[in-house]
């Protein structure tokens, strides 16, 4: 068993570090403060191949595995100090997975390439107001007619939503009779479609760079050509976006967690106190020492969860492991942070108290701590 990263993937990590540093921590805090996507920054995560990690070759992306993915979007995170623009980035990434597997041959060379340049910008729809982690509660209906679908209903809280030019919708169909999940479809949505819509940017109080709104289906005709996978596939296409999708946020979360153990190693080893660096006391050791050992042990949950994708395996109990895991270590890491930095980490100039409000979401998006908990708990029986 290997636990080192190999050529390739030591030189992907020390570009993208560098490129992010240089390219994209520039008006970060006032990004922030106004809640601004910066799209010319996205532009330069697209031509630095990041939005195309995950896509096929024969498509102008990247090719790569799982694994290396996830180190690159680690080295992203790192590097970048926009948590809500690495989010956008992990969520493309996600659309682009499923429409790899899920798509057709037209599907994918229509879309592929231009999700990938960064041309085109993706959202998955999933969460509506009454059906969060409770998906088989979803409203939004796909009534099929004999040459289209139509879709009726909305969803919530969905990140790229206001700017997304093709969203990937999960819908039930109305005669669907399946008791699990059977009868819910996923289709493919294309911004300017008549009917589809998007609501402005919400307010949040972290990740404010990254946009979410809610979606509006008014009887939209959706071809059957459109649809993504196949009829009544909705429920394990879910099942397999959500395993993804918590393997990249948890090697985002562990970039984020490596940059602020590091600032505060920096600053304990600066700061003067009672004639002594604050390091040396036992309170402000232990904090750091807690976020390391977080970081080494969510790093070995992480390449075992990318691993077992890569093996085109099932991950369910080990991406909620991981995502609860990391999730609650970033939020207690940051929260640490400020409590190292003291008065200066409540400021906004020291960076960190933006992070801290970041890293609550990543407790809930993607399913909730308690939702993992239960996922945990049902795998073992109980």
Same mark, same amino acid.
């Given at each position: ?185 996923? %289709?493919?949505? +294309?911004? &300017?479609?008549?009917?589809?819509? =998007?609501? $402005?940017?919400? *307010? ?5 760079? @990254? ?62 106190? %009672?004639?002594? +660096?604050? &390091?040396?006391?036992?309170?402000? =050791?232990? $904090?750091?020492? *807690? ?5 080494? @042990? ?78 945990? *708990? ?5």
């Amino acid at each position: 068993m290997d636990f080192s990263l190999n050529d390739t993937q030591l030189l992907q990590w020390e570009s993208i570090v560098d490129f992010s540093r240089r390219e994209l921590n520039a008006e970060v805090r006032n990004d922030d403060l106004q809640g601004t996507f910066p799209l010319p920054k996205w532009r330069k995560c697209a031509e630095m191949g990041l939005l195309g990690l995950l896509t096929p070759e024969e498509y102008g992306g990247l090719g790569q595995d799982l694994t290396s993915a996830a180190i690159s979007l680690q080295a992203l995170s790192y590097g970048c100090e926009d948590s809500g623009l690495t989010h956008a980035v992990v969520t493309q990434l996600c659309c682009v997975v499923l429409l790899n597997q899920y798509g057709s041959a037209e599907q994918k060379a229509r879309f592929l390439p231009k999700l990938s340049s960064g041309e085109l910008i993706a959202a998955q729809s999933i969460t509506e107001p009454d059906a969060g982690s409770d998906v088989l509660s979803m409203r939004t209906k796909a009534d099929a007619s004999s040459s289209a679908y139509l879709l009726t209903g909305g969803k919530v809280f969905i990140s790229n939503g206001p700017l997304a030019d093709l969203v990937i919708v999960f819908a039930k169909d109305s005669e669907g009779k399946s008791s699990f999940g059977g009868d819910i479809s996923c %289709f493919l949505l +294309e911004k &300017g479609t008549p009917g589809f819509s =998007a609501g $402005k940017p919400l *307010a949040k109080m972290g990740l404010r760079t @990254l946009q979410n709104s809610e979606l509006f289906f008014d009887e939209v005709a959706v071809a059957q050509e459109a649809m993504l996978g196949k009829r009544g596939h909705g429920m394990f296409i879910f099942g397999e976006a959500i395993e993804w999708e918590r393997v990249l946020m948890t090697a985002a979360h562990l970039g984020t967690i490596q940059r602020v153990l590091e600032k505060c190693v920096s600053y304990a080893k600066t700061r003067k106190q %009672f004639g002594k +660096e604050i &390091g040396q006391n036992q309170s402000v =050791a232990n $904090k750091i020492g *807690a976020m390391k050992v977080n970081l080494e @042990l969510g790093k070995l949950m992480l390449y075992k969860m990318a691993w077992l994708k890569d093996q085109g395996k099932r991950a369910t109990l080990e991406a909620s492991i991981g995502k609860l895991f990391v999730s609650e270590s970033l939020k207690s890491a940051c929260l640490d942070a400020v409590q190292i930095h003291g008065g200066y980490g409540f400021m906004q100039e020291c960076e960190l108290e933006r992070d801290l409000r970041d890293s609550i979401a990543a407790t809930i998006y993607s399913g909730t701590s308690e939702i993992q908990q239960n996922i945990i *708990a049902r795998m073992l029986g109980l």
